[in-house]
């Protein structure tokens, strides 16, 4: 299992699945449920929102990382495109478009399956990435 996945307690109780995780190629998904609605009887924006944060972290901290940096959101830009409807199997493709030093560039893509068997965009998420010394891991001592 993805380390960044492993006690990410708000992924875990949208229930997450992750069917890929490598660095730069990520896909997940997990199933709309009612108290993940609006008062429209929607998706809240901002859990398709998690959902999207959620394959974004996963792909830009290398699973086999040696856990000495971690890598963070420096800012996103989201369009929000359909309704997401209760019971529906949401799937997030998350890819690495550019990586330079420190900085990088991610699209994700939050898809719903619809009753025609198709698939419709709800969300389109770029990210902006950058990577930090983990502030939960000790410098070693010289």
Same mark, same amino acid.
């Given at each position: 299992?993805?380390?960044?996945? @492993?006690?990410?307690?708000?992924?875990?109780?949208m229930g997450v699945q992750v069917v890929k995780?490598?660095?730069?190629?990520?896909? @997940?998904?997990?199933?709309?449920?009612?108290?993940?609605?609006?008062?429209?009887?929607?998706?809240?924006?901002?859990?398709?929102?998690?959902?999207?944060?959620?394959?974004?972290?996963?792909?830009?901290?290398?699973?086999?990382?040696?856990?000495? *940096? @971690? *890598?963070?959101?420096?800012?996103?830009?989201?369009?929000?495109?359909?309704?997401?409807?209760?019971?529906?199997?949401?799937?997030?493709?998350?890819?690495?478009?550019?990586? *330079?030093?420190?900085?990088?560039?991610?699209? @994700?893509?939050?898809?719903?399956?619809?009753?025609?068997?198709?698939?419709?965009?709800?969300?389109?998420?770029?990210?902006?990435?950058?990577?930090?010394?983990?502030?939960?891991?000790?410098?070693?001592?010289?």
């Open positions: 299992m993805h380390p960044a996945f @492993i006690d990410d307690q708000a992924a875990q109780w995780a490598d660095f730069g190629d990520v896909v @997940i998904q997990m199933r709309l449920r009612e108290e993940m609605l609006n008062g429209f009887g929607m998706a809240q924006g901002g859990m398709v929102f998690a959902f999207a944060d959620v394959a974004f972290a996963l792909a830009c901290n290398d699973p086999d990382g040696d856990g000495s *940096t @971690i *890598t963070v959101a420096s800012g996103v830009d989201v369009n929000f495109l359909n309704p997401g409807f209760s019971g529906r199997l949401l799937t997030a493709n998350a890819r690495l478009v550019n990586q *330079t030093g420190r900085s990088g560039l991610y699209d @994700i893509t939050v898809t719903q399956e619809n009753p025609k068997g198709a698939a419709d965009v709800l969300l389109e998420f770029r990210g902006r990435s950058r990577t930090v010394p983990n502030p939960a891991r000790k410098p070693s001592a010289p």
